[in-house]
């Protein structure tokens, strides 16, 4: 399969793809806020490389997530304006994506950090 545009042209519209996320996503916008948290909390308590891979693959699938469900969200609204079932579950269901990761990055911080903060 041939590209239909250069690799600087792809990563264009791959960093044109984050912008319009932050800005038009509050979720977004708060996922990279409660990330970069946990990046100063990381450089404060000073990680080790283990919870460092930890840490960045975690708030790394939540930002893929919710990039995924915007997506879908976005297709679903432009293919289906009209409220139907199967419309909803598809946004609902990617939006449980999200949340299912959210929580798992909650423990992960919990567990990464709480002894850091109690020792």
Same mark, same amino acid.
């Given at each position: 399969m041939e590209a239909k545009h250069?690799?600087?042209?792809? =990563?264009?519209?791959?960093?044109?793809? !984050?912008?319009? @996320?932050? $800005?038009?996503?509050?979720?977004?916008?708060?996922?990279i806020i409660l990330g970069a948290i946990a990046?100063?909390?990381?450089?404060?308590?000073?990680?080790?490389? =283990?919870?460092?891979?930890?840490?960045? !693959?975690?708030? @790394?699938? $939540?930002l893929i997530l919710e990039l995924i469900n915007t997506a879908i969200e976005e297709i679903v609204n432009m293919v289906s304006p009209e409220i139907q079932e199967r419309a909803r579950i598809a946004k609902d269901v990617s939006a449980a994506a999200v949340l299912v990761a959210a929580i798992a990055s909650v423990f992960i911080g919990i567990f990464l950090f709480l002894p850091k903060f109690l020792g």
């Open positions: 250069s690799l600087a042209k792809s =990563f264009f519209f791959a960093l044109n793809g !984050l912008k319009t @996320a932050a $800005v038009k996503g509050r979720n977004f916008r708060i996922q990046i100063l909390l990381a450089v404060i308590f000073q990680i080790s490389v =283990f919870e460092w891979l930890v840490l960045t !693959l975690i708030i @790394a699938c $939540v």
